[in-house]
């Protein structure tokens, strides 16, 4: 047999083993349970928020973070109809470095609480300390530009900047550390450096708001579409058991691996007598791959999903529960339970059920 038709044969043997490695994954996937949203309770004491506008994980090199106060508005009059407590606005040192972006920033806030809605900041440090990509896998990070005192002193400046001027009901430090804030840096520090500092950080939150509450999260279990090395960090904070945190927030992003992620929450929490409260945060369905070429009813499977993940919240008792991504962009396949064009998608009216009753 000649060299052409032996690369001939390994071409279609490898092609064969993919497909069948594809069929097996779609069979053996973990599979979202069909919910109706007439059959899912909360209780009242579940706090709901929605995160709206631009992601500054995702805002390129030396490029600002374009605020339009409109677009924001309409996302904000959808998340009062949905009868949403907050809004989460996630900011870098783009806006908080830029008196013009801080006056649209202005605007977009009186806005949301003409609407009644408290607000939350998330706090994301600086894109243009992180190189490359935006998930390293690197627990202690250590592949950014900025030196730990440099970080330090920015973040804490971010973080005074936004409480004393808005006086937000809610600030999340520290989000995804492990895979984003700790990547700002040029050297990597241990969990025990990152808590004196999340401490340190909270502490400055709390002086420039008015009966606050300080948030830290990250993705503590492993879905398939999705990995993390938050697990210790937040471990930590736990046992530590500060009151200067007062809430813990988890990522879900997929079915598979959320009821481990769970489970490994409340052990900790009841392990450790955990003081604060526990959240479901960034709740967005992504759809494997296996999943985006044999499923077309992507609606359907995003909106069995946020019900089902609100029931396993309610069920353990979280005390919050966040919408992540509320609007699709153009460049994802089913982020947001809000189309492009501010239409409402059907797991958006599931949702909206859900909160009303």
């Known amino acids: 047999m000649n060299r052409k038709a032996v690369a001939l044969v390994v071409f279609f043997i490898f092609v064969l083993l993919l497909a069948v490695i594809f069929v097996f994954s779609y069979i053996s996937r973990s599979r979202i349970p069909d ?9 009242d004491e579940m706090i709901f928020g929605v995160v709206i506008g631009d992601d500054p994980r995702l805002v390129e090199k030396d490029e600002s973070l ?12 959808l ?39 408290d ?21 202690q990070g250590g592949n950014g530009d900025a030196s730990w005192d440099d970080f330090s002193r920015e973040y804490k ?59 830290i999260g990250g993705v503590l279990g492993r879905g398939e579409s999705y990995s993390s090395n938050d697990q210790e960090f ?4 736990i046992e530590n058991n500060d009151p200067i945190i007062d809430v813990i927030s988890m990522n879900a992003y997929d079915i598979s691996g959320l009821d481990n992620q769970i489970g490994e929450f409340m052990q900790l929490k009841e392990k450790y007598h955990w003081q604060g409260e526990i959240w479901m945060s960034e709740v967005a369905f992504f759809p494997s791959m296996v999943e985006s070429y044999f499923d077309t009813d992507f609606d359907g499977g995003q909106e069995d999903f946020f019900l089902y993940a609100l029931h396993l919240a309610n069920k353990n008792d979280f005390n919050g529960f966040v919408i992540y991504n509320f609007r699709k962009g153009n460049d994802s396949l089913n982020e947001g339970v809000v189309a492009e064009n501010y239409s409402e ?13």
């Open 35 to 43: 919910m109706q949203s007439g059959l899912i309770t909360v209780s």
């Open 66 to 77: 374009l605020m339009d106060p409109e677009a924001y508005k309409k996302e904000i009059d």
């Open 79 to 117: 998340v009062a109809k949905l009868g949403a407590d907050f809004v989460r606005i996630d900011i870098n040192g783009s806006v908080t470095d830029n008196e013009e972006r801080l006056k649209r920033l202005d605007e977009v806030v009186k806005y949301a609480e003409k609407s009644d809605l």
């Open 119 to 139: 607000l939350c900041f998330g706090i994301f440090g600086r894109k243009d300390w992180v190189n490359d990509s935006i998930f390293y896998g690197n627990s």
């Open 157 to 215: 400046k971010e973080t005074k900047i936004l409480t004393e001027r808005y006086e937000p009901r809610y600030v999340l430090i520290f989000p995804e550390c492990s895979d984003f804030i700790s990547n700002q840096i040029d050297s990597e520090r241990s969990n025990e450096e990152w808590l004196g500092l999340a401490k340190d950080i909270a502490l400055e939150a709390k002086m420039g708001m008015i009966d606050p509450k300080v948030i």
């Open 234 to 237: 937040l471990r930590m904070i």
């Open 345 to 357: 998608r059907p797991a958006y009216s599931a949702l909206e059920k859900v909160i009303e009753d």
